[in-house]
């Protein structure tokens, strides 16, 4: 892997969802309002395809009491910044058709991620369902500005055909399709390392097969007793804090998951708590190897080079601790060990949490 350039139940179905009837039933409050986890909205499976039912599963918290309860559904596209429902619809406790509640699912203009949030009561309850579109995007490819050439590798010569840095990065469009939705209820990644945990919130709406990818890999145990192979404290120019990178179960920097996935155009800024995807020079070279972000001013020449898809919304302590161990040509001396990483239950949607800040320096610090 090249490493990374400054500069580059109840089984009552809900039938009727036109407005006639809403239907309510009750449930036990738990002291502070709080709901238990166990009340949520689960995916019957995980892909649906385009214009087909989308049976899900919703379950309360609690038995019914004597005062009926609101249950409800509501959808929300994450980039709307006033975080208002884009629809809702009553449900009751057991299966629902999440494509009859939400016909803008399939019908809408056009296809986008959204979270779906069980709400009991007034109260979002459980982590929200994310639908992923299945839907093609854009592809990156590296030319060489003066001729338009696509960057490769030669296998006569084992060389590139021009230098990386000479080449810029075009998106090239495909016809638009939709084939259907991915969906998952969402989760956060704990990192636990020697050295302290970090928890990550996944952004799928700047990213979402990167996100899914990392997912994935984290639930497989792919990260388990991995190492951080690759600390820039401060980059040698401008002295800006820059990465610390890891996900190379080989510990050399050149291994993977035996697969590479594509470049996304996230929108994400790189800054301080900030996962990004590390490459080769070839843009659609991802696969497991990650770095997180230690500077805004450090990182944002990488900005729309490489893939960023979560924040970290915990562990700054432990980032910082990582970035801060003793390195030779980048590598740490006694190199920061990944002990797993597990996926946990995220939030509501209503209840995310921001990303970590850095510090401010302690004046006289080094």
């Known amino acids: 892997m090249v490493n990374l350039m400054p500069d580059a139940g109840c089984g009552c179905v809900f039938a009727g969802l036109n407005g006639r009837l809403l239907k309510k039933i009750g449930v036990i409050a738990l002291i502070a309002g709080a709901w238990p986890a166990f009340g949520q909205l689960t995916p019957d499976r995980l892909y649906y395809g385009v214009n087909r039912s989308m049976p899900m599963t919703v379950a309360v918290p609690a038995t019914v009491s004597s005062e009926p309860t609101e249950v409800r559904i509501d959808l929300f596209d994450p980039r709307n910044e006033l ?12 299966p629902v058709d999440l494509s009859t509640l939400f016909p803008v699912l399939w019908k809408g203009p056009s296809p986008k991620l959204r979270y779906a ?47 990386p840095g000479d080449g810029m990065l075009l998106w090239i469009t495909e016809p638009p399709s939709y084939s259907g939705i991915r969906a998952y209820v969402d989760k956060q990644v704990r990192i636990e ?23 994935q890999l984290a639930e497989g145990g792919f990260y388990t007793e991995t190492i ?118 995220a939030p509501p949607y209503g209840k995310r949490p921001a990303r970590v800040q850095r510090p401010a320096a302690t004046p006289g610090a080094r």
């Open 228 to 345: 951080v192979h690759r600390v820039v404290n401060k980059l040698p120019t401008s002295g800006q804090p820059f990465v610390i990178q890891f996900g190379d179960p080989t510990g050399t920097g050149a291994g993977g998951p035996g697969y590479s996935i594509d470049l996304e155009a996230s929108q994400l800024p790189h800054d301080f708590g900030v996962l990004s995807m590390a490459r080769e020079s070839d843009p659609n070279t991802n696969g497991s190897q990650v770095f997180i972000a230690l500077s805004r001013e450090g990182t944002a020449s990488l900005d729309g080079k490489y893939t960023t898809f979560a924040e970290a919304v915990s562990g700054a302590e432990t980032i910082l601790a990582i970035a801060k161990v003793p390195v030779q040509n980048q590598r740490p001396n006694n190199p920061p060990t990944i002990l797993q990483a597990v996926l946990v239950d």
């Open 117 to 163: 949030q069980l709400v009991v009561g007034g109260t979002q309850v459980g982590p929200p369902v994310v639908l992923q579109p299945m839907s093609s995007s854009p592809t990156a490819v590296l030319v060489k500005p003066q001729t338009r050439e696509v960057y490769f590798n030669d296998p006569e010569k084992d060389a590139p055909n021009f230098k």
């Open 193 to 215: 390392t020697s050295l302290g945990e970090i928890e990550f919130r996944l952004l799928p709406q700047h990213a979402p097969n990167t996100a899914f990818n990392f997912r």
């Open 83 to 94: 975080g208002e429902a884009e629809a809702t619809a009553p449900v009751l406790a057991g």
